[in-house]
């Protein structure tokens, strides 16, 4: 079981299943007090340390022996606004924009940086607190007939004050980014660079499909559709009412 952890330390949880990679990441967050780290070479321990360790990033390896990396960005998404760092032998256009549609924040390729991972994680951790601490700010003008409520207390979506559809911190950021446009189209790569999305050469892919599977999620759960109209050179407006709670 983790012991008692400093909570003003960053909590990492490394899934890195190559010894020497897993002994290079220990050696040098080990020895910064700013980090406190737990690691694991093995899928389905990670899934039982993130619930005992509620770890604020995970950094995680694409290949491990009994499962993918992807699968795993989908379990903690689906329990978790926590940060993940996706690191990858391999520079495959398909695997960079899976992994950040799935839900992952940053995707690098191995032999990464330490120092640069470093600046990564901390920079990762100012913005997601900052998102939580400034999201609950409501305009004034905000629309007092939507059924649609998008609370930043929860990370939510709310159908009708009835239903909660859990957002992962890309769902949330894009839909508050949408609603910041008062109306008026998004362009994808603006999207792209406002939710840190470093695959620009496929920006457009990677925006469609999280909308995609964004629409596919709430109509899935709350039966209802969300429109988000995409127009040719034009990008993506929000047309469903959505007020902030």
Same mark, same amino acid.
């Given at each position: ?18 010894a ?5 990441? %220990? ?6 007090p =700013?980090? @406190?780290?737990?690691?694991?070479? &093995?899928? *389905? /321990?990670?899934? +039982? #340390? ?11 390896d ?68 900052h998102?939580?601490? %400034? ?6 003008? =905000?629309? @007092?007939?939507?059924?649609?409520? &998008?609370? *930043? /207390?929860?990370? +939510? #979506? ?28 998004a362009s994808?790569?603006?999207l ?14 990677v ?28 990008g ?10």
């Amino acid at each position: 079981m983790p012991q008692d952890l400093d909570h003003d330390t960053i909590k990492l949880l490394i899934v890195e299943d190559d010894a020497h990679t897993q002994h290079l990441l %220990q050696l040098f967050f080990q020895k910064t007090p =700013q980090f @406190t780290p737990l690691f694991s070479s &093995l899928g *389905s /321990q990670a899934i +039982t #340390l993130f619930e005992e360790f509620s770890p604020d990033i995970v950094i995680l390896d694409i290949t491990l022996p009994d499962t993918s990396g992807l699968d795993l960005i989908t379990h903690f998404r689906a329990h978790s606004q926590i940060g993940i760092i996706m690191l990858s032998g391999s520079d495959a256009s398909g695997d960079k924009v899976e992994a950040l549609t799935r839900g992952a924040d940053i995707y690098l390729e191995k032999p990464v940086d330490l120092p640069f991972l470093k600046a990564s994680v901390i920079r990762l951790h100012e913005r997601l607190h900052h998102a939580q601490s %400034q999201a609950g700010s409501a305009p004034a003008d =905000q629309p @007092t007939d939507a059924l649609w409520t &998008l609370n *930043s /207390q929860s990370w +939510t #979506l709310d159908w009708n004050q009835q239903i909660k559809v859990r957002l992962t911190p890309s769902e949330f950021k894009l839909l508050d980014l949408l609603l910041s446009q008062n109306g008026k189209p998004a362009s994808s790569e603006w999207l792209a660079h406002k939710l840190n999305r470093e695959a620009y050469d496929s920006y457009e892919k990677v925006i469609s499909t999280l909308i995609s599977r964004l629409r596919k999620k709430i109509k899935d759960e709350t039966q209802q559709a969300l429109i988000i109209k995409a127009y040719r050179n034009e990008g993506y407006l929000l047309v469903s009412r959505i007020a902030r709670s």
